[in-house]
């Protein structure tokens, strides 16, 4: 699995997580359910195949380290969002600039711009 694809998936879980106010625990059991993931494979080719324990670690360690720091990365969006309060973007978008920031602010091992790149394709 590519680091594209996990990041996709840990978007994803952010977004879960913000809609229906779970723990990165509850998000990650019930999105990596048997049944949940069959689902995925027939709507992206990314996820034809489970993620391998490289891929699980860094969506774990993503999921769970923007869950910790979540009102600093809020924080940091609401700081550039001009005109815009957090909870007035929408889900995906909070998922996916709370990703990114959360690589940015806390993952030394991810070029910044990577990241940025990863959003702007998301």
Same mark, same amino acid.
């Given at each position: 699995? %590519?680091r594209k694809t996990a990041r996709q998936i840990a978007v994803q =879980? =952010? ?6 106010? =779970? ?16 689902? =995925? /494979? ?7 195949? +489970?993620p391998d324990e490289k891929a699980l670690s860094y969506i774990r /360690? ?9 009102? $600093?990365?809020?924080? +940091? ?13 929408? $889900?995906? %978008? /909070? $998922?996916?600039?709370?990703? $990114? ?13 990577a990241s940025v790149n990863e959003a702007v394709e998301l």
């Amino acid at each position: 699995m %590519t680091r594209k694809t996990a990041r996709q998936i840990a978007v994803q =879980l =952010l977004f879960s997580m913000d809609l229906n106010e =779970l723990s990165a625990g509850e998000a990650f059991e019930l999105f990596f359910s048997p049944e949940h993931y069959e689902t =995925l /494979r027939g709507e992206d080719t990314g996820f034809e195949e +489970q993620p391998d324990e490289k891929a699980l670690s860094y969506i774990r /360690r993503l999921v769970e380290t923007g869950s910790e720091h979540l009102p $600093a990365l809020d924080d +940091q969006i609401a700081s550039y969002a001009r005109g815009w309060k957090t909870e007035r973007l929408s $889900a995906a %978008t /909070r $998922a996916i600039l709370r990703t $990114a920031l959360c690589e940015i602010l806390y993952f030394d091992d991810i070029p910044e711009g990577a990241s940025v790149n990863e959003a702007v394709e998301l």
